[in-house]
């Protein structure tokens, strides 16, 4: 199942994040994924992890247990890199071992001191905040973007954690339209008006963090997770499914992209088995009425400033 990009390129509405996936665990997590029926890997040079990714895509090419043209891999450029799209873009497909990417997004609206290209830091400054570049715009950024894709580097490109305002200016000077923005949302986070929006202007929406962080952002973040919400936990028991599978199936009914993150062989296969069911839109309501407004991937915490104050 899969929805048309405003390219033309169509991206699977259910893709496997690879954020904070250990090296060790790569190669059975993607191959087992490929095996499932995942077409759709979502990577980022920050996660530090694309020359492990690249390695796995290299073997199930090369063993002929996918086709290349079969596959969407998006990447994103880091903060400390708006400066130098091109050679970072350059940089995560050599790691990756591609030709070209199907997406490439601007990881987060923020320019920060450049450190190497591909060496994703988030350098600080002698107070501990976050050294943001003030000399780079957003549009200067995105022009550059735009050039991935008449080099023939990219098909599609688009944004990630951009809000409203944002994503109006980026309509407003773009080219090439976002063609993705790539935002937390859940249903203790479910950004209506962000998500209409998007969608209203063409932009599709994939949901990152779409079972609302879980373990991985309960470790780093202290947040909790909507998959323990009795509601839901009520809903997975009348549909015979489990929570997670119920809170994708939400999103996907939502006309969003879903990317969970799971390294476990059997949460692997569950995420995957959301396409034989649909929630009633009672039910759909009833999720609606959970909003809590409530975001649980806190990068503030690493770098000394609440962007999103």
Known sequence: MAITLNSGFKMPVVGLGVWRVEDREMRDLIINAIKIGYRHFDCAADYKNEAEVGEVLAEAFQTGLVKREDLFITTKLWNSDHGHVVEACKDSLKKL?????????????????????????????????????????????????????????????????????????????????????????????QRDSLVKFCQKHGISVTAHTPLGGAAANHEWFGTVSSLDDPVLKGLAAKYKRTVAQIVLRWGIQRDTVVIPKTAKPERLEENFQVFDFE???????????????????????????????
Not at 288 to 300: E, G, H, I, M, V
């Open 97 to 189: 071992r591609l030709d070209y990417l199907d997406l490439y997004l601007i990881h987060f609206p923020v320019a920060t001191k450049h450190t190497g290209v591909g060496n994703t830091s988030s350098a600080l400054d002698a107070d501990g905040v976050l050294d943001i570049d003030t000399t780079i715009t957003l549009e200067t950024t995105w022009r550059a973007m735009e050039d991935l894709v008449s080099m023939g580097l990219v098909r599609s490109i688009g944004i990630s954690n951009y809000d409203i305002f944002l994503t109006r200016d980026c309509l407003a000077y773009s080219k090439v339209k976002p063609a993705v923005n790539q935002i937390e949302t859940h249903p203790y986070f």
């Open 279 to 309: 929630l009633s839109k009672e039910d759909m309501d009833l999720i609606k009425s959970l909003d809590r407004k409530y975001r649980t991937n806190q990068p503030a915490k690493f770098w000394g400033i609440d962007l999103y104050a």
